[in-house]
C-alpha cells in the first residue's frame, strides 16, 4: 500500500511540474507575441512619421512619390537670364540649374588730361591735342596708350573690337559756335538756324540743345564718333570696316523724325543706356564747325590757308565716285578722326528756312574743294534716304 501511494505522489508532483512549466511558457509565447505585435506597430508608426518628414522636405511640390504628394518649394532658374560679367566679380547666383561666379569688375572713374572717360567706355590712345580715343569695350583699353604706342597722332583703328570715339576740346565757350563754312552752298551763317525753328519737337529740342550747351560748359568739350555711321544688321555702329550707313533718312517730318532715321538711330544708340553715363545725338552744326576750327584754327576768323584741310580735302577724302566702308584710308584722318571730308556727307541738326536739314562734309560724288570737309548743303527732301548721304553720332556727358 505504501508503494501505491508514493507512485500517486510521484504522477501529481510531476503532473504539477508540467502544468507550471505550461503555464511558464505560455507567459513567455504570449509576452513575446505582444511585444513583436507593438514594435512592429511602432515600426509602422515610425515609418509614417518618416513619410510625413519626406512630404514636407524632400519632394518636390506637386510631384508624387509612392502616393506621396510633395510639398517642397523648389526655385525654378531655368528662365534666368544672368551672365558672369552682369555679376560683381567673387559673387555667386544660380541661372538654370547652374552655379556661376561673377566676373563684373565696377569701373572706376578715370580722367586722361583731366578729360573724363564716361562710364562704360575706356581710354584706347592719344592727347587732349591729337584726339582722344575711347571704346565701349574693354578689350580696347590702353591698347595704343603711349606705354604701347609711340605715335599718338595717329592711333590706328586696327585690332580694335569696340565702338569708338574722339574727345574734342572746348577751352573757350565764346569760340563755340557756328561759323560761315568754305564754298558748298556758299552762304552765310546767319541763313541757317540751331537749334532750329521747326523742331521736331521745338520746345524739347530746344531743350535738348542747351543740356548739350551745358554739358560742353562744364566739362570743356565732347565726344565725336570716329568713323561715319556703320550699319551691323539694325544697329549703329563706330567702328573701322564698317559698311557706311547710308540710303537713311533725316527723320519722317520735321514735327516727328519717328523711330527710322538719323535722328532716332543716333539718339538711341547710347542715350538712355544701362550701363552709360553719356548722351547720343546726332551731330550739331555747331559741333561741327568746333572740328573744323580745332583742326585749323584760321576757320573762326575765315582766314585758312588755300591747302588747308578744311577748305581744300583733296588728297584727305573719298571723292572717288564710289563708295567706300568706315576708316578705308587712314590718310582721311585727322585728329584721330576718319572720313569728315567726302565718301558721305551727313546729317545735322541744323536747319535752314525752316525747311530743310542740313548735311555736311561733301561725298564721294563732289569735288574736295567744292564740297571740302567744312561745306554745307540742303538736300531738297530730309524724309528721303540718299546713297551719299549717311551720319555721325555726337556724345555729350
Known amino acids: 500500500m505504501m508503494k501505491i501511494k508514493d507512485s500517486k505522489k510521484k504522477i501529481i508532483w510531476l503532473i504539477t511540474v508540467i502544468a507550471l512549466i505550461t503555464i511558464i511558457l505560455g507567459s513567455v509565447i504570449i509576452r513575446n507575441t505582444v511585444m513583436n505585435q507593438e514594435a512592429k506597430e511602432g515600426n509602422q508608426l515610425a515609418g509614417a512619421n518618416q513619410n510625413s518628414e519626406l512630404i514636407a522636405n524632400n519632394i518636390k511640390k506637386g510631384v508624387t512619390i509612392g502616393g506621396v504628394t510633395g510639398t517642397l518649394e523648389v526655385l525654378d532658374t531655368s528662365d534666368a537670364t544672368a551672365t558672369p560679367d552682369k555679376i560683381f566679380k567673387g559673387e555667386t547666383a544660380y541661372v538654370n540649374g547652374k552655379k556661376i561666379t561673377g566676373t563684373y569688375e565696377e569701373q572706376m572713374d578715370a580722367e586722361i588730361e583731366g ?5 562704360g567706355f575706356y581710354y584706347v590712345g592719344g592727347t587732349k591735342d591729337s584726339g582722344i580715343v575711347i571704346s565701349d569695350n574693354k578689350a580696347d583699353e590702353n591698347k595704343y596708350s603711349a606705354q604701347n604706342y609711340s605715335d599718338q597722332a595717329n592711333i590706328p583703328a586696327d585690332g580694335l573690337i569696340g565702338n569708338q570715339f574722339v574727345w574734342v576740346p572746348v577751352e573757350n565757350m565764346a569760340d563755340f559756335k557756328r561759323y560761315t563754312s568754305y564754298y558748298g552752298s556758299n552762304r552765310p551763317i546767319t541763313s541757317y538756324e540751331e537749334p532750329a525753328k521747326t523742331g521736331y519737337n521745338y520746345e524739347t529740342e530746344v531743350e535738348d540743345y542747351y543740356s548739350m550747351i551745358k554739358s560742353v560748359r562744364k566739362n570743356k568739350g565732347f565726344f565725336v564718333a570716329r568713323f561715319e555711321a556703320g550699319k551691323e544688321e539694325e544697329t549703329v555702329v ?44 546726332l551731330i550739331y552744326g555747331i559741333q561741327w564747325d568746333t572740328i573744323m576750327g580745332w583742326i585749323d584754327p584760321a576757320y573762326k576768323t575765315t582766314t585758312c590757308a588755300d591747302n588747308s584741310f578744311v577748305k581744300n580735302s583733296t588728297g584727305r577724302g573719298n571723292y572717288s565716285g564710289g563708295i567706300a566702308k568706315c576708316g578705308s584710308n587712314d590718310s582721311y584722318r585727322i585728329k584721330n578722326i576718319y572720313d569728315l571730308a567726302g565718301n558721305v556727307s551727313e546729317w545735322t541738326l541744323e536747319e535752314y528756312e525752316t525747311k530743310f536739314r542740313v548735311t555736311r562734309g561733301g561725298n564721294y560724288s563732289s569735288s574736295p574743294t567744292g564740297y571740302n570737309a567744312s561745306s554745307r548743303a540742303e538736300p531738297s527732301w530730309f524724309t528721303m534716304g540718299y546713297n551719299n548721304i549717311g551720319f555721325r553720332v555726337a556724345l555729350y556727358l
Not at 115 to 119: A, D, E, F, L, Q
Not at 247 to 263: C, D, F, Q, R
Open 238 to 281: 563706330s567702328k573701322k570696316g564698317a559698311s557706311v550707313w547710308n540710303l537713311i533718312e533725316w527723320g519722317s517730318s520735321l514735327t516727328n523724325p519717328g523711330t527710322a532715321g538719323a535722328v532716332a538711330k543716333a539718339e538711341n544708340m547710347y542715350t538712355d543706356k544701362d550701363g552709360y553715363d553719356v548722351t547720343s545725338t
Open 115 to 119: 578729360i573724363k572717360i564716361p562710364k
